[in-house]
């Protein structure tokens, strides 16, 4: 069975903050043992992406709109 919550980060952190130590060392392992922690973003080139959605036949269309919304993306400026 799995549930899923969706947690007002707020909330997230007064959760955490009535834990103790121990608690959170737990959590802390857990979160490393799943390899869940910070890693910074390694953004790949554009026209590999659109590679990668051509190889997949996605419309010419669909194409120019991902590479003009990539393009014009935060994250590639």
Request: net charge negative; hydrophobic share 40%; no cysteine.
């Amino acid at each position: 069975m799995q549930l899923l919550v969706d947690v007002d980060i707020n909330n997230l952190i007064n959760l955490i903050s009535r834990l103790n130590l121990s608690q959170i060392e737990k959590i802390k392992t857990a979160l490393i043992e799943r390899d869940i922690f910070f890693q910074k973003f390694k953004k790949d080139n554009i026209e590999n992406i659109i590679d990668d959605f051509k190889n997949e036949n996605y419309s010419e269309e669909f194409l120019s709109t991902l590479e003009n919304g990539l393009r014009q993306s935060s994250i590639y400026k």
